[in-house]
């Protein structure tokens, strides 16, 4: 009888109480799914069928267009831009009004495009279900939609077929399966039907075949055990469901810092009426519109549409560095990044199996070039050498070579291959020897072959020359090479096998993480055309090793030496072996030679886990729920996880992960879903490129924040002031609309383009936890607000003491109020930095071009008619402006003054920390 769970109608998938199908034998799990070797009976294919529903993965219920663009006005920064509307639209100033809620509808149809990710992730794991089967049914083979499998199918696999559903084999025909994209295993799986222990990973079950992986080569016939989302892919599409999506770091800040920011502009604006209400006597109405001032002044309202243009642009500029971002947050991100978390398959390393090493009785060479381009060289000891000093070694290359039935293609200038991949391998390195694989496939044709099996672990091919020669290659695991062989290729001569070295050269290359093949090869008469097992039993002489990996890429060497240098640790996060990961790991100079395995890491509960993710640095044989358990584990230890991928494996931790980085070319449909972030060449050295680009956006975020936050606060507390002195309003509320409108799109949006300041990748990542309000921004604002205050009041006053109308003296105010926040500007180019000098004057042409545009307007703002109607204006003389010119100066030489004396600061506290 078959239990189900019991959502398995609500999903249309059944769900197996017992899912240890690989420690059943195969005669024990077709009994208990109540089927034959010769398949289920139509008729009772099509009950289950009724009964159990199809082998689809379920679509979630989703949220309706209005319902998602509802939910992107919660934030409080949108509240804010949503307040200032109100206030303006109090004003009667409906264009101001109209362009802020234009940056809040921008913002919400963003949000509204970004936001369908997890479920279009959820699509891709979809289509990687196989469209067809072919089935026994009733005895008779037959091919049916994938979809109409049911649990007891008896499904045949043949070599290029994808896996439909979750099989137990029951019977193989050298059976070898692609399951990267699910398991992380990096070279082709060879299956078997013996059942295996209960508590093997998922990587080593031998004799089970699971969906949405590949048939590389073979056949087999299995039953099926589970479908739909009872299925490991489909497990995996459960745990991408269920996986929330976190706040970047910035947004994290900013939603803080707006809660902050409310509450501190609703008290001051609350207490400021009252001062001058029951302090001054002023009327109400006129503290209310006071009071109004003051919000519009300490509202920063440009600064979500400063940050949105500027991470735009950021995205903009690291699509030419070929990372393509998909959702706006993770560009800061990046900045912020502590850990990267990567995947070794197809990301660290090229998912190319390369030989490495070539072991001869007289020679080791290693072997330049990776990936399966028949480009590089050999090396003896570190030095070059021609192939012409060591001919007998040819005849090692050339066995690999024939002894082959993968082939090696070329096109658009990328080389693949067709077939076994570690046999495919053998190709390109006979190439680099200087063979031509055609002319010698002409001299020595085969004539007959022994394929590889796993039962024997060997393949044999006889091949007769066009000079009366007759010759058998064979090539396989070391241990079954070595009892066929009595002799070894020596210098000049064969001489008795050395089995102690062969062993010792085994034990080394395999600790290195390489797989190790033996060649061998032995003449026969040339009227044999026929190959049996007799014939291989002996006499063979071996040619020699070769130690296989897929090694990592060049650029990624490098590119985690430079995330090391920005304080950034590096992750590998693999379902391979743990010997092979480890290999890995130390070629690329990740960790400090720990690893664990998933079996350890089940055995941990979070406490360890958070402990052992600060000490280790390579993970192996992971599966997707201990990807996303690790991913989980470094961000409550408070790191800044970015996740690289290109397996559906990889897809939950992808979601997961602060940011997720999938591969372009070689990643899945559903990896790139998850992720935020598509690296388009596949390299893992774009990485470090984007984070590069990623703090410089952090940067040049933070300086716009640093500009807007303290002229925004220097607006409001000309107001406070001028209250508290009993003073007339020197700016009106409008005139402070116009100034932070003019000013929020131009100078703040001009510092978006700033270049990356010198040694941004020799520094440590941002700490995600420190306040976006820290010391130095808080001390910048009071400054720059008392100097705004002493130019506001100070003009405002001076000119009313000439005999200046007060609209004149208002209009002067503004404009010192402006020049001040363009001067400003050129100290924010650089927060710490001297931005005295002509290039920080003159370098960035959107700064230059902001200015001029900023300047053009104010003349129109004081000389308009129309102006001077809407904003209570009126025309200065032309002197008043050179004491505005002089003011601005004064405010950038200050500033320039603190920003000096907080290096002298910083210098001293350093000095005084290496003394101690």
Known sequence: MLKYRKNSVEYGAPIMTNNDWHARSAAETIASLSSTHTGLEPDEATRRLERFGHNRLPVASRDGWLRRFSRQFHNVLIYLLLGAATITALLDHWVDCGVIVSVVFINALIGVIQEGRAERALDAIRNMLSLNATVLRGGRRQE????????????????????????????VRQLRIEEATLTGESEPVEKGVAAVDPQTVLGER??????????????????????????????????????GVLETPLLRQM?????????????????????????HGYNWSDMFFAAVGLAVAAIPEGLPAVLTITLALGVQRMAKRSA???RLPAVESLGAVTTICSDKTGTLTKNEMTVQRVITASSIFEVSGIGYAPHGGFAIDGKETDFTEHPDTLDLFRAGLLCNDAALNEGEGHWHIAGDPTEGALIPLALKAGLDAALEHEELPRTDHIPFESEHRFMATLHHDHSGHAFIFVKGAVEQVLAMCNQQRGSGEDVTLDLPYWHAQMAETGARGQRVLALAMKSVEVDQRELRFADVEGGFTL????????????EAISAVRDCKAAGIRVKMITGDHADTARAIAAQLGIGNGLALTGVELDAMDDEALRQAVRDVDVFARSSPEHKLRLVTAMQANGEVVAMTGDGVNDAPALKRADVGVAMGGKGTEAAKEAAEMVLADDNFASIAAAVEEGRTIYDNLKKSIVFILPTSGGEAAVIVAAILMGLTLPITPVQILWVNMVTAITLSLALAFESSERGVMCRAPQDPRAPLLDHFLLWRI????????????????????????LEEARTVAVNALVMGEIFYLFNCRHLFESSFGVISFTQSRPVVLSIVIVVLLQLLFTYAPLMQHLFGTAAIESAAWWRILLFG???FGAVEMEKAGMRRWDRHRISRRSHN
């Not at 809660?259 to 302090?279: C, D, E, M, N």
């Not at 040619?543 to 060049?554: A, F, H, K, Q, Y």
């Not at 720059?784 to 109308?805: H, T």
């Open 889 to 891: 100066g004064l405010v």
């Open 144 to 171: 049916v939609p994938a979809h109409q499998l049911v649990t007891g199918d008896i499904v045949l696999l043949a070599s290029g077929d994808k896996v439909p559903a979750d099989l137990r084999l029951v019977e």
């Open 255 to 279: 939603t803080h810092f707006g809660k902050q920011l409310t509450t501190t502009i609703l008290l001051l604006a609350g207490l400021t009426f009252a001062f001058g209400v029951w302090v």
């Open 206 to 243: 031998a004799c089970m075949a699971y969906s949405g992986t590949l048939v590389v080569y073979g056949q087999a016939r299995g039953v099926v055990v589970a479908i739909g989302t009872a299925t490991e892919i489909g497990h995996i599409s459960s745990l991408i469901a269920g996986v």
């Open 782 to 805: 009071v400054l720059v607000s008392a100097l705004m205050v002493l130019g506001g009041v100070g003009f405002f006053l001076w000119e009313l003491g000439r005999g200046a109308s």
């Open 543 to 554: 040619l020699g090793m070769v130690g296989i990996s897929d090694p990592p890429r060049e």
């Open 324 to 326: 393509i971002v998909r």
